[in-house]
DNA sequence: CTGAAAGCGCTTACAG
DNA sequence: CTGAAAGCGCTTACAG
């Protein structure tokens, strides 16, 4: 196949190459007569727009830009979802990219993303680094940060109050009469947040700080490593937050294998209720996030922009929610 | 930031658009000196090429398209990160596109990618249908199918045999004394190819078809609806292999809530071996799977391929390997 | 080693 | 309703 170019359809349809153009993007604005010869052109000879050249003549990319901490099975691609289903009907498309949790490489894939002149940008988490913001404060196309929120988003937020996630498992765990506490994640603002309002809340109840157990990339393994730490060098423990699903899910079976009673002798919560949380015995206890909605909500922000819809909020909390199961 | 353009850029380093075009590309075609001056102009003035331009007079866009079946949580984003990793070094960028599981869908994403003229296309699965073949073939990019295996490739395949996979369980129950079988998976190809050698082994053996019990979308509770049914129309089924491991762990946990012997009343075998495997006890049987691979290999081949490589084999089949745990 | 000209394949803005 | 001209921001291919 030598590719078609618009020139070849409207020759043989015998139109400008301007009114192939119209029957494609605008129909509406030509003739049924006209609309039916060019289509039929299009048809036989199987013409795809060139993308990129329409994007460099309209300064329109018909791109969403999406920079991940990952593009592997985790929580965030039901984030990548939700903003794939919202644009997806406005025909807008998903450049990814991943970041590998390694923040030095975020500015580097960030200038290419945009070198690819998105329409807007979604990001996972909310962007401190002062020169980027600036940087991409001045692209005047939205831009979404998520999962996090902040008084000062570069553009709009959406996400939930990881601190206040934090603060509610403590006390549901202060309420249920646990006294020694220990929190296990990562080094990711996401799960710093987590545990500083885990740790505020502690200390308002005056209880002794929370045992803090480090975690690696986020696997099964790494949950119950930190369980076996953790009761290694505290084993009076009696509740332990994980800053995700899956490292409470570790622990879980962890403490299932040890003969570790749990509620009983050590309650344990997590964060993003996977479908698994509710499936295991004990029903894992967590706070439950939307990951999918906070992508669909950023995508339909864009759409909505992208039609020239004024700005809406530039702060959407999405909440959270306690789900008490039974293992704590 | 009204956008700097290469003239701009050009104009203040005191030097042409194309020797800044060289700069950014082949600074080894410039002298040091100019070189220098040109990469001053480029950082004053935080210069991000348009890519869109770059593309359109390159004939190269730098952006390989993959088409998945979901975006969310599942084996494919293991692919999916095979392939970014894999191609990130060079440059390339990753386009993605999610058909839903929907196959009406598919023909007009596929345009859609291809408007895009990325320098490559990776998707889940063999296409079957003969005028997207022709019209894949006929692009003259590396058009990678994956997660299956075919004699006819549009271009290239990379994966494993699944009616193998299906066949290798089969033996091992087999060998294991079972002699009631069920499969329960959803409609996809691969899930249909998996039954089929299943099937297919089970009838060489001389024992009767397995029970098929049919899953909708890819989630936990499929798998523990389906053991009920399974158990409810045959309760004497001693051996059950689901199509893929989160159906499996979905049904090795209803077993346990149910105080149903695994494996001593009923056999539980599935396929990925996804992390939450092996941690379970009984630790899952399961085919694993290099859903990782596949991707890595499939980008590595893109990368070879646009770097002037010939054509290395059509057919990588990267196999799979039965993990025997407590479950079988 | 550096640059002027032409062109990539579309759409915008203006006419008629 | 339809089209001729100009231009989007780069790179290619050729000169010098």
């Known amino acids: ?3 078609v170019r618009i020139e070849e359809v409207a020759a043989r349809a015998g139109v400008s190459a301007i009114t192939v153009s119209r029957v494609l993007r605008a129909p509406e604005k030509v003739t049924p007569e006209t609309r039916a010869r060019v289509q039929a052109a299009v048809d036989a000879m199987g013409y795809i727009p060139n993308l990129m050249a329409r994007s460099l003549a309209s300064r329109r990319s018909g ?19 939700g903003v794939s289903d919202a644009i997806a009907p406005g025909g807008l498309q998903l450049l990814i990219a991943d970041f590998g949790y390694s923040d030095e490489s975020i500015a580097t894939l960030l200038r290419t993303l945009i070198g690819r002149q998105p329409d807007a940008l979604v990001m996972v988490g909310v962007m401190r680094d002062k020169a980027l913001r600036r940087m991409l404060g001045a692209l005047s196309i939205p831009v979404i940060e998520t999962w996090e929120l902040t008084e ?3 553009d709009t937020v959406v996400g939930f109050s990881n601190a206040a996630a934090g603060a509610a498992v403590a006390e549901h765990l202060l309420a249920g009469g646990r006294r020694r506490f220990a929190f296990a994640g990562g080094r990711d603002q996401r799960a710093t947040a987590r545990a500083e309002g885990f740790a505020a809340a502690l200390a ?3 209880v002794a700080a929370p045992l803090r157990a480090w975690t690696g990339p986020i696997r099964f393994a790494e949950g119950r490593l930190a369980l076996d730490r953790i009761l ?45 949380a509710s499936e295991l015995s004990p ?11 906070i992508g669909r909500r950023a995508g339909e922000i864009i759409v909505a922009r992208l039609s020239g819809a004024a700005d809406e909020e530039r702060l959407v909390d999405l909440g959270f929610s306690l789900v ?3 293992s704590s």
């Open 1 to 3: 196949m030598t590719k």
């Open 63 to 81: 791109i969403v830009a999406i920079l991940v901490p990952t593009v592997g099975n985790s929580i965030f691609s039901e984030t990548v979802r």
């Open 152 to 154: 000062d988003p570069i």
């Open 204 to 206: 308002k109840a005056g």
């Open 232 to 276: 290694a060098e505290a084993p009076d423990i009696d509740a332990l937050f994980y800053a995700t699903d899956v490292l409470a899910v570790g622990g879980l079976l962890e403490c299932q294998r040890r003969g570790i009673a749990v509620p009983e002798r050590i309650a344990i919560v997590g964060l993003g209720d996977l479908d698994i």
């Open 283 to 293: 029903g894992l206890t967590t706070i439950q996030v939307p990951a999918y909605e």
């Open 324 to 326: 008490v199961r039974e």
